[in-house]
T-cell receptor, first 115, second 109 residues
Framework: EPEVTQTPSHQVTQMGQEVILRCVPI?????FYWYRQILGQKVEFLVS????????KSEIFDDQFSVERPDGSNFTLKIRSTKLEDSAMYFC?????????????FGPGTRLTVL | RKEVEQDPGPFNVPEGATVAFNCTYS??????FFWYRQDCRKEPKLLMS?????NEDGRFTAQLNRASQYISLLIRDSKLSDSATYLC??????????WGAGTKLIIKP
């Protein structure tokens, strides 16, 4: 069964450093998403991406965040200058379409720890 | 008011029992509805979509009440492997899923 993969599984960084989280969505999917989940809290939408541009973003997704699809397979989330409060689990997801039947499939997540 | 509200639990239920969760959502423009399941420190996985007519998948039944803006999930004949956090999710727009904080379920032998 095809799956979304994410690397690394755990990233530890110093406050102020840049991090890039990587995702490989399911190959025939067209829509890509990033979510985050702070430990013990709910999943929060960050951004959606379609046709090489951002479709929608939340208030969390400020100028410190950016996304890119550098090639035909990877989808990345960059945090330019990490803050302590960026520590969370970051999930990538992808879907074929937007209808209810088009399930968003989630990757296993990257745990980001900012020290 | 929270956009998607759930009882955090935990619900401690003996194996074989029936358990039900409810979820309320605030935005009447919400378009589609889902139940996801999340195991500890794992990614969310879709359990089932929720349709207006109600739908069933094996031991799981989901219902939607648009007038009252709530969604329910019923689990019959619960198994130890059903222990997880159940997340109520609402699709507010075409792209954005809004998540409840989840209801923790613990099935005891």
């Amino acid at each position: 069964e095809p799956e979304v993969t994410q690397t690394p599984s755990h990233q530890v960084t110093q406050m102020g450093q840049e991090v890039i989280l990587r995702c490989v969505p399911i190959s025939n999917h067209l829509y890509f998403y990033w979510y985050r989940q702070i430990l013990g809290q709910k999943v929060e939408f960050l951004v959606s991406f379609y046709n090489n541009e951002i479709s929608e973003k939340s208030e969390i997704f400020d100028d410190q965040f950016s996304v890119e699809r550098p090639d035909g397979s990877n989808f990345t989330l960059k945090i330019r200058s990490t803050k302590l409060e960026d520590s969370a689990m970051y999930f990538c997801a992808s879907s074929w379409g937007l209808d209810q039947v088009d399930t968003q499939y989630f990757g296993p997540g990257t745990r980001l720890t900012v020290l | 008011r929270k956009e998607v509200e759930q009882d955090p639990g935990p619900f401690n239920v003996p194996e074989g029992a029936t358990v039900a969760f409810n979820c309320t959502y605030s935005n009447s423009a919400s378009q589609s509805f889902f139940w996801y399941r999340q195991d500890c420190r794992k990614e969310p996985k879709l359990l089932m979509s929720v349709y207006s007519s109600g739908n069933e998948d094996g031991r799981f039944t989901a219902q939607l009440n648009r007038a009252s803006q709530y969604i329910s999930l019923l689990i019959r004949d619960s198994k130890l492997s059903d222990s997880a956090t159940y997340l109520c999710v609402v699709n507010l727009s075409n792209y954005q899923l809004i998540w409840g904080a989840g209801t923790k379920l613990i099935i005891k032998p």
